[in-house]
Structures are given as C-alpha cells and as structure tokens.
C-alpha cells in the first residue's frame, strides 16, 4: 500500500511533488510493499528551495538485495537549488541535511540479503578486508584473487557469527568463519571483540582478537541492537551536498 501525505496547504506543487519523490523512491528499490511519504512545505517555500521537513516511513522494503523489515526516516530544513533547476540546471543541496531515522533487519531477512554482490555482501567483504589488513595481510591482493562467497550470517544476543567458502589456490573448498560480540561506541565506531577468526593456514599473519571500523564523523548511531531474531539501528547520519 502507498500513501502520501502532502503538506496542509494543498498547494500545486506540493500535490505534485509528493507523488513524484515516492515514485522516485520506489525507483531506487528493487521492492517497497508498504511506503508512506510526508511533505511539509508550502509552495511558495519549495520555488524558493526550501522544504521544512520531509519523513518516509517504508516496510518490506528491498534495496540492493538488503531486505528490509521497517525504515523510519526524517529530514528537516533543506534546502536545494530548485529555482535553478526550473532553468534546467542539474538539481543538487545546497547545505547539508541531518538525516534521523530507525530501520530493523530480521534474521530472517538477513539471511535472504546474502546475495552475491549484494550490499550485504558488499559489506561483509569489506569487513573481512579490514580485518586482513589488521592482522598484516595484504587484503588487496587476497580479495583480487578470490572473493569470499557469504554462506551464513547467524545472530545472538549482541554477537555475530559468519560464514564463507573463501576458494584458495590450495584448496578450492576453503572456508571462512568469523565469531564476534559487536559493540557500538560513541556512535560512530564499531567494535568487534572479542574476535574469532577461523581461515586457510596464513591469510591471517598475525592473530586478532578485536577490531574498530570508524563510521566517519557524518554518522551519530544512538542504537545498535542485535538479538537472535532481529537488528535494530537508531541514529542520524548527515548528507553532504
């Protein structure tokens, strides 16, 4: 079911532009079942560039073969160049925008995300790159080699176990599983310890038993979640023009 909510003011171009943001949403997804979009601007402030406060609130939803339970976002005051655009210049913000929101993943829907060259496995890829580099591999050259193939992803309370077939010269039924409570820290760092690596005989040169991923300053997580049957995440992340 789609529902938009335009802003009170009826205006003409808030009639259009609502349904023209879902439509581009449900563009950039592979599947939403449910979407609600909210705008509140008048018309005269979205000529000028200005739209107050936006929410979008999605379930079921599929994004680069991330299956989605619930998606709950916010943004306010931003600005774009819209009168330039009504000259056909290329849209783009103009300030950055403080983006709010809550998602929830189920295990379920976790296990369903693990495609190959899905974001998930995307994801999974680039933590095991880091993990090789802490331990003193090159993971350039291992990953250019053989990319891991992403099996299982199991979920505890607070804890992460992962598994791969990870194909080496040696041996092309290799395997790769990874065991880690996971830890958020001042909202912009993940913590994996304590860590457990078990792969092929020296992929890993030196042993690990924690690593730190910094999610960079434009991320402020409030909640990271992970019981066995879901993920929860809480926090604003800020897009830059």
């Known amino acids: ?92 913000l103009l300030e950055p925008i403080l983006v709010t929101g809550q998602l929830q993943i189920t295990a379920q829907e976790l296990r369903n995300s693990l495609i190959p060259d899905g974001l998930l496995s995307q994801g999974l890829t680039e933590l095991l790159r880091e993990l090789l580099k802490a331990s003193g591999a090159d993971g350039e050259r291992l990953l250019a080699a053989s990319v891991p193939q992403w099996q299982s992803i199991t979920l505890g309370d607070r804890q992460l176990t992962l598994g791969a077939t990870w194909p080496q010269p040696h041996d092309p039924e290799a395997s790769l599983n990874i065991d880690s409570s996971l830890e958020l820290v001042e909202g912009h760092l993940l913590r994996f310890h304590p860590l457990s690596i078990q792969a092929p005989d020296g992929l890993f040169p030196n042993p690990l038993n924690s690593l730190e991923i910094e999610l960079g300053t434009e991320v402020a997580l409030r909640q990271l979640y992970l019981s066995p049957k879901k993920v929860f995440c809480m926090g604003q992340i800020t897009v830059l023009p």
């Open 1 to 92: 079911m789609d529902m938009t909510s335009p802003t009170s003011k009826h205006g003409l171009i808030s009639r259009v532009l609502s349904p023209a943001l879902q439509l581009w949403l449900k563009s950039q997804a592979e599947d939403i079942q449910d979407l609600h979009l909210s705008i509140d601007a008048g018309d005269r402030q979205i000529l000028s560039g200005l739209i107050p406060h936006v929410a979008v609130q999605a379930s079921q939803a599929t994004y680069q073969g991330l299956h989605l339970s619930q998606i709950d976002l916010e943004a306010q005051t931003i600005h774009t160049n819209l009168p330039q655009v009504l000259r056909r210049k290329p849209l783009r």
